[in-house]
C-alpha cells in the first residue's frame, strides 16, 4: 500500500512551527516578510506625510494665484519660526509678534542685517535674510514666468474671443485659404470699394482654424509676400460647426463669411452644417456668407440651410463647364484663367448709366477702356446679357464691363435711346466634326463632365472614361445622381495610365481630345497631380510617335504642379485656383456671382475662338467690336499664336492680327 508523502516546503516559506494558535503564528510569519519599504509605506505618518504632499500639489496645479498663496503661508511660517527662535535664544524682544515681525523684515529686505546684535541674533537674522530671499525671490520669479509662459502659449492657441466688425471671416484651413487671403488683400480697389460699404478703414481677415501653428502663419508670409502686414490677419482655433467657435470669431458681426468646400474632410456635408449652425445663434444681424458646393446636387440644400443673405456657388459645377469649354474651344482654358485672375483684366460693375431705356447693344458706345458684357439687375437678382434681343437698360441696372481698372472701365457717356442698330438675332454655332474625347481619372467632376458633354450632342459622338476605380462602382455613382447619357456613346474602361501596356491598348491617338483629371482617391493633391504627371509624360511619349495628335487638356490641383506639365499645345487648368477666385471677388462684391455662372453656365453666353483670317482687315479693336455686334456676337479681345490671351486691347491702337491669332468672342449659346 502505497503512502502518502507530504511535499517539502518551499524555500521561499519558513517551516511551519507548531503552537496552539496556528492561525496567528501563520500571520505573523507573513508580516516578517512583508518587505520594508512596504511595511514604511502603511505607518501613520507617511500616510499624513503623502496626504500634504497631494493636498500641496493640488493647490498649486490650480494656477499661479495658488502658488503665491502657497509661498506666502511658506514665507509666514519661515518668518515665524525665525522670529519664536529669536524670542527664545536672545531676549531682545517684548513679546513673540514683534519678534515675528522682526524676521519678517529680514527676509523681505537685506538691509537690515546691520541693526542687529548678539550673536545669535545676527545668525538667525542671516539665516532668515539668505534662506527667506532665496525663497521668495526664487519661487517668485519662477511663478511669474512660468504664468507668462502659460499666458503666451494660451493666446498664440487663438483661444480668446475677438471684438470687431465689418472684418472677412474665413472659415476653415485647406491648400486653398492662402490664395483666398492672396486675392482678397491684392484687390486694393475692390477692398477699398468693399470697405466704403460697410464703412470700414482697413481690411481685417480672420481666419477659424482646427489648430493654430508656426507653420500656418509662415505659409501665409510666404504667399502673401509684400502684401503681408502684421496684425491685417488675424487666426483663431475652433471648429466652424460648433456655434461658440463661431461667436469666438465675432460671426455675427462680420461683413462677409468665406466657406470653402475643401477647408474641412466632410465637403459639402461640412458646409451645410456649417450654415445650419450659424443658423442656430441669436436673432441678430445675418452677415454675408459666399460658400461654394461641389455637388450640384446639394445646392438647394445649401440654401435653405442658412436664413441670412448668402452667395451659394456650385464652383464644381462652374469648373467642370470650363473644362469642357476647353475642351470644345483649344484656347479657352488660357482665357478662362486670364478673366478671372486678379492680375489680367477684371469684371468691374458701374451704376453711372443714368439714361434708362436705352438697348442694351448701345452700351457699346459709351465705353472707351472697357468691353460691356451686360447688366445685373436688382430685383430679381439676374443677368441680362448684352446679346439678348430687344433687352434695354433699367432703372437700378449695374452694368458688367471687363476691364483692366475700375476707373479706367467707367463709361464715359451715354448715347441716345435710338442711335444704335437693331439687334440682330445670335448667330447659329457653326457646325463641328463630331469627336471622340477620352477622359483620364475620376473625380467629383466626371459626373458634370459627363452631363455636360451629353448637352452637345451635335459637336461629340462618344466619350470614354479610364481609371483604376472599378467600372461597376462608377456606373452606380452615374445612376445615383440620376445622370442618363443618352446622346453620346460612353464607356467606363479600366486602366492604369501608369502602365505602358495598358496606356497603349487605349489607342490615344485615335481621339481627338484627351483630358486628364487628377483622382480624388489619391488622398492628397500633392498625391493626385503626381500620378497625372507620370500619365502625362507616358501619354506624351506615345503621342510622340503618333501621326497625329489629339488636344490634350490637363486639370491640376496644386498650383505648385502647374510648371511641371510642359509640352506642345498642351492646355493646362489649375480648377482649384479658378474656384479660389471666384469665392474671393464674390466676397468682395456679391453681384458678380450671377454674372459668373452666366459666363460659364448652361444656357447662357459662352466663350469661344474665331479664326482672324476674316478679321484680317480690321484695324482696330473698336472696329472689331463693331463687326462681330453685327453678327451678334461680342469682342472680348485676341488669343494671340504663342497662346498669349490680350483681353480688352486699347480700342483705337492698331490690332495687327496675325494668321494664326484667333479672336475671342462672347456668344449665346443656342
Known amino acids: 500500500m502505497a503512502t502518502s508523502r507530504k511535499p517539502p516546503p518551499r524555500r521561499d516559506e519558513p517551516p511551519a512551527t507548531p503552537g496552539l494558535v496556528p492561525n496567528l503564528d501563520q500571520g505573523l510569519g507573513y508580516l516578517l516578510r512583508v518587505p520594508a519599504h512596504i511595511r514604511r509605506m502603511t505607518s501613520p505618518m507617511l500616510r499624513v506625510r503623502h496626504f500634504v504632499q497631494f493636498m500641496l500639489e493640488r493647490l498649486i496645479l490650480r494656477g499661479a494665484i495658488a502658488r503665491l498663496l502657497v509661498i506666502a503661508a511658506a514665507i509666514a511660517l519661515v518668518a515665524a519660526t525665525g522670529g519664536v527662535l529669536a524670542y527664545l535664544l536672545t531676549g531682545a524682544f517684548d513679546s513673540p509678534l514683534a519678534s515675528i515681525w522682526w524676521a519678517f523684515l529680514r527676509i523681505t529686505d537685506p538691509g537690515y542685517l546691520g541693526d542687529d546684535e548678539g550673536t545669535w541674533l545676527r545668525v538667525i537674522s542671516v539665516t532668515m535674510t539668505v534662506g527667506g530671499l532665496v525663497l521668495l525671490l526664487g519661487a517668485l520669479i519662477a511663478i511669474m514666468t512660468q504664468w507668462l509662459n502659460q499666458t503666451i502659449e ?42 466704403d460699404t460697410f464703412g470700414g478703414r482697413r481690411l481685417k481677415i480672420v481666419i477659424l482654424v482646427e489648430a493654430i ?7 501665409l508670409k510666404d504667399r502673401l509676400g509684400p502684401y503681408w502686414r502684421p496684425g491685417q490677419v488675424i487666426l483663431r482655433s475652433g471648429s466652424a460647426v460648433r456655434l461658440e467657435h463661431l461667436e469666438r470669431v465675432d460671426f455675427r458681426h462680420a461683413a462677409v463669411v468665406v466657406l470653402a468646400a475643401e477647408a474641412t474632410r466632410g465637403g459639402d456635408e461640412t458646409v451645410i452644417k456649417t450654415l445650419t449652425t450659424a443658423a442656430t445663434a441669436p436673432v441678430g444681424p445675418w452677415p454675408l456668407v459666399v460658400a461654394e ?37 483649344p484656347g479657352v482654358g ?55 434681343p430687344g433687352a434695354r437698360v433699367e432703372a437700378g441696372d449695374l452694368v458688367a464691363v471687363l476691364g483692366h481698372d475700375f476707373e479706367s472701365s467707367r463709361p464715359r457717356g451715354n448715347p441716345g435711346p435710338d ?4 439687334r440682330p438675332p445670335p448667330r447659329p454655332r457653326a457646325a463641328v466634326p463630331r469627336r471622340r474625347m477620352l477622359i483620364v481619372g475620376w473625380n467629383n467632376t466626371v459626373p458634370s463632365l459627363l452631363a455636360e458633354c451629353d448637352g452637345y450632342a451635335e459637336e461629340f459622338s462618344a466619350v470614354d472614361v479610364a481609371s483604376l476605380m472599378p467600372a461597376a462602382e462608377r456606373e452606380r455613382v452615374l445612376a445615383r445622381k440620376n445622370i442618363a447619357l443618352t446622346h453620346i456613346e460612353h464607356r467606363q474602361l479600366e486602366c492604369d495610365i501608369t502602365t505602358r501596356a495598358e496606356l497603349e491598348r487605349l489607342e490615344p491617338a485615335a481621339y481627338d481630345v ?16 503626381a500620378r497625372n504627371l507620370l500619365g502625362y509624360l507616358m501619354l506624351e511619349e506615345l503621342l510622340a510617335l503618333a501621326p497625329r495628335r489629339p488636344h490634350v487638356i490637363v486639370e491640376a490641383m496644386d498650383e505648385a504642379s502647374a510648371a511641371l506639365f510642359t509640352g506642345p499645345d498642351v492646355e493646362l487648368m489649375v480648377t482649384p485656383k479658378l474656384r479660389s477666385h471666384i469665392l474671393a471677388q464674390v466676397a468682395l462684391r456679391r453681384d458678380l456671382n450671377t454674372v459668373f455662372e452666366h459666363l460659364l453656365g448652361v444656357g447662357g453666353a459662352e466663350i469661344s475662338l474665331r479664326e482672324s483670317g476674316p478679321f484680317a482687315a480690321v484695324a482696330d479693336f473698336y ?11 461680342i469682342a472680348l479681345g485676341v488669343l494671340r499664336a504663342d497662346g498669349v490671351s490680350d483681353l480688352n486691347p486699347p480700342k483705337r491702337a492698331p490690332l495687327a492680327l496675325a494668321p494664326d491669332d484667333r479672336v475671342v468672342v462672347l456668344t449665346l449659346a443656342i
Do not use: N
Open 154 to 195: 494660451e493666446l498664440e492657441q487663438g483661444l480668446s474671443p475677438i471684438v470687431m466688425k465689418h472684418h472677412v471671416l474665413v472659415l476653415g484651413w485647406s491648400r486653398r485659404t492662402p490664395a483666398i487671403v492672396e486675392q482678397l488683400v491684392s484687390s486694393e480697389g475692390r477692398v477699398q470699394r468693399f470697405l
Open 213 to 219: 501653428g508656426p507653420a500656418l502663419v509662415q505659409e
Open 293 to 329: 458646393i461641389l455637388e450640384p446636387d446639394h445646392l438647394t440644400a445649401g440654401v435653405k440651410a442658412y436664413p441670412g443673405p448668402a452667395e451659394i456657388i456650385p464652383t464644381g459645377l462652374l469648373s467642370s463647364r470650363a473644362l469642357m469649354q476647353t475642351a470644345r474651344y
Open 334 to 388: 488660357r482665357v478662362v484663367e486670364d478673366l478671372f485672375d486678379q492680375d489680367g483684366v477684371q469684371v468691374f460693375l458701374h451704376d453711372t448709366v443714368t439714361q434708362t431705356g436705352i438697348a442694351l447693344a448701345d452700351l457699346m458706345y459709351c465705353f472707351d477702356s472697357g468691353v460691356p458684357l451686360g447688366v445685373v439687375r436688382a430685383s430679381p437678382r439676374e443677368f441680362v446679357p448684352l446679346l439678348a
Open 419 to 422: 442711335t444704335g442698330t437693331p
Open 514 to 529: 484627351i483630358m486628364l483629371v487628377p483622382s480624388d482617391w489619391r488622398g492628397s493633391a500633392e498625391q493626385a497631380d
Open 623 to 633: 472696329a472689331l467690336q463693331q463687326r462681330l455686334a453685327r453678327d451678334g456676337q
